[in-house]
């Protein structure tokens, strides 16, 4: 059955792979999936087709045969529960590799977002100065609690896993901040992530409509 995904038609970080629809990709790489885009306009994602598919006007979406899901921890639940290379078998270590998924989603990216609005949406608001290293610290408590359980090892919790997936694609949107620079652990668990083909295939298939001409 074919799988068609949504992405932006050009995404607003120009190719740095920052954008949902990559870690949507990045999982149907690992599984060895192929798969169409669609790609939207900003106007066309507020527009009734769109929307009949995402409620709240954003990609990615993920359509496969009857099946229409939209957020991006749904789907790449979805793809991991339904394709073999993303959960481990046993029953325990399979609950563990979604835990991580919610920890990724739930408790490590929120801080991560409000970075990314102090710096974007209220840079010129008067406050946005000082609420800056308050929102910092924020994310750096999270980044000191994830080395310390990551530790040594490669990965969250034994084989590379969905987890893991969603994880680095979180800390990927610290790179310009400069704040993995201070988790060594970190930076390197990342670094692990990029070099895997299944992301680099990903990376290299979402810069090559977002890259800037020239
Ligand atoms: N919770 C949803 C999910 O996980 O799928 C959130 C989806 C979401 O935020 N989608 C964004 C979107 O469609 C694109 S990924 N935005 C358009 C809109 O809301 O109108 C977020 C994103 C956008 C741009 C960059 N960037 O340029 O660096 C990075 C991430």
Redesign the pocket.
């Known amino acids: 059955m074919t799988i068609t995904i949504t992405a932006?038609e050009r995404?607003?970080?120009?190719g740095?792979g920052?954008?949902?629809?990559t870690?949507v990709r990045w999982a149907l790489e690992e599984v060895g999936q192929p798969y169409d885009v669609r790609l939207v306009s900003?106007a066309a994602?507020?527009a009734p087709d769109h929307l009949r598919l995402?409620p709240?006007?954003?990609?990615?979406t993920y359509e496969e045969g009857g099946l229409a899901l939209?957020?991006?921890?749904a789907?790449v639940l979805h793809i991991a529960q339904h394709y073999p290379g993303l959960l481990p078998q046993e029953d325990d270590a399979r609950a563990r590799a979604i835990m991580w998924m919610f920890a990724a989603?739930n408790t490590v990216e929120p801080p991560i977002l409000e970075l990314?609005t102090v710096r974007i949406i209220e840079h010129d608001k008067p406050w946005s100065a000082e609420r800056l290293p308050l929102v910092m610290d924020r994310i750096r408590t999270r980044l000191d609690q994830l080395s310390a359980r990551l530790g040594e090892a490669d990965w969250l919790d034994g084989a590379f896993s969905a987890g893991d997936l969603m994880m680095v694609s979180v800390l990927l949107?610290l790179r310009m901040s400069g704040l993995l620079d201070e988790y060594p652990r970190l930076a390197a668990y990342v670094a692990r992530g990029e070099v895997r083909p299944a992301y680099q295939r990903a990376f290299a298939a979402q810069l090559a409509i977002n890259a800037p001409p020239g």
């Open positions: 932006f995404s607003p970080d120009g740095k920052l954008a949902r629809d870690r900003f994602m507020k995402h709240f006007g954003q990609i990615p939209f957020e991006t921890g789907i989603l990314m949107r």
